[in-house]
């Protein structure tokens, strides 16, 4: 638990986290590609 000095901290740490939830986290299911690079994959025509 981390415990922040101000709301504009704490509100930098979640922005940080959701970039790197959204941008940088692989996953086994998406074949260890970032949600991000998977779904622009998905939405590319043939």
Request: aromatic share 18%; net charge positive.
């Amino acid at each position: 638990e981390h415990e922040y000095a101000s709301f504009e901290e704490f509100d930098r740490a979640m922005r940080e986290y959701i970039y790197y939830y959204n941008n940088e986290r692989i996953q086994k299911k998406t074949g260890w590609v970032p949600p991000v690079k998977c779904r622009k994959a998905s939405t590319q025509t043939i």
